[in-house]
């Protein structure tokens, strides 16, 4: 089977720990928009069962790696996150509330702990471009995540002073981060195009546009500026042009599967978790471009990608059934 043009032979896909738990905890919460509510609960568990056998599972990175090749530990927090923000919106006793709290304390936690042993070193001598992939983006999408869980977190505890200006302050640090790494792939895939990382992650850099569409929104709502409608109409056209770069890089990578799906022969292997992902975020991102702008077109797309984000959740569930299936039935080897 001939490869399409970019893509390298035996290109290792990058260790996502926590890929299922972002991409149905978001569909979790995107449930409601895309007209099936009565799956969000379901969902959110499944994401929590999901992310406990991530945890308990046996073998997991027993070796010293590259700082690179852990960035996709970020999608640890993210999915704490996720799941901090679901349990947030179930409310109720304060068994759940409490629980709510601890994860999202725990992906803050997780944040820093990767920032400091994963990013620093990484800033301190950098790897090059040739390295940036799209697995990059996990990295401010923490940041991000952790502001739209702790501004859920605001709301669920009466507005604790603390938290918002923590909310602020991880919401601007993830948006400059986009911005950053943003700026950074561009000028690598304008000097080496996708060659030598793999296609799936890319999708994180549109996700991670609506993600900080969302978390301006969420924030914005937490810190009502003097200027009052109008300060969050500026907030709307920033966050939209924030959701705009995450659209550019939605048509590429779009345009891109398909291309490489038209060019190959038969699919091999399971199909990853962040374009699942991706599309939650952005569609929680247009919803809140739509929310401070008062724009119905732009609603109207969040409530499309929310769709195709419960869609593209049951393919990639169904895919993934049989690879689990012959895991269950394999007969154990004697050693």
Same mark, same amino acid.
């Given at each position: ?51 406990? $056998? $991530? ?5 997991? &990175? &027993? ?25 947030? &919106? ?52 923490? /940041? ?25 302050? $991880?919401?601007?640090? =993830? ?17 080496? &195009?996708?060659? =030598? ?33 109008? $300060? ?52 929680? =991102? ?6 401070? /702008? ?34 269950? /039935? ?6």
């Amino acid at each position: 089977m001939s490869k399409p043009s970019g893509e390298e032979p035996g290109t290792p896909v990058p260790d996502l720990p926590f890929g299922a738990v972002m991409a149905t905890g978001a569909a979790s919460q995107l449930a409601a928009s895309a007209g099936v509510g009565a799956v969000r609960v379901p969902l959110l568990w499944t994401a929590i069962v999901v992310a406990l $056998a $991530a945890v308990a599972s046996p073998g997991r &990175r &027993r070796k010293r790696v590259a700082a690179t090749a852990r960035l996709g530990d970020f999608t640890v927090p993210i999915g704490l996150a996720v799941i901090g923000s679901g349990l947030v &919106r179930l409310g109720g006793p304060a068994l759940v509330t409490g629980a709510a709290e601890a994860v999202v304390a725990g992906a803050w936690l997780t944040t820093g702990v990767l920032l400091a042993t994963v990013v620093a070193p990484l800033l301190a001598s950098p790897p090059g471009l040739r390295s940036l992939g799209g697995v990059s983006f996990l990295v401010p999408a923490a /940041l991000l995540a952790d502001a739209v869980a702790a501004s859920a977190l605001v709301r669920l505890s009466g507005g604790v002073r603390l938290l918002r200006w923590l909310a602020l302050a $991880a919401a601007g640090l =993830g948006v400059i981060g986009y911005l950053v790494v943003a700026g950074l792939a561009g000028t690598r895939l304008v000097a080496h &195009r996708v060659d =030598g990382v793999p296609r799936a992650p890319w999708w994180i850099a549109a996700g991670c546009g609506g993600l900080s569409a969302a978390a301006l929104g969420r924030v914005g709502a937490l810190h009502p500026a003097g200027g009052g409608e109008e $300060a969050l109409r500026i907030l709307g056209w920033v966050a939209l042009g924030l959701l705009s770069i995450g659209t550019v890089a939605l048509i590429a990578v779009l345009t891109g599967s398909v291309r490489f799906v038209l060019r190959i022969r038969h699919l091999e292997g399971r199909p990853p978790w962040p374009p699942t992902f991706s599309t939650g975020v952005y569609a929680l =991102g247009a919803s809140q471009v739509g929310r401070l /702008l008062n724009e119905p077109v732009i609603s109207r797309l969040a409530d499309a990608a929310a769709v195709a984000t419960i869609c593209l959740w049951v393919i990639t569930v169904l895919a993934h059934l049989p690879a689990l299936a012959r895991l269950r /039935l394999r007969p154990r080897r004697a050693r």
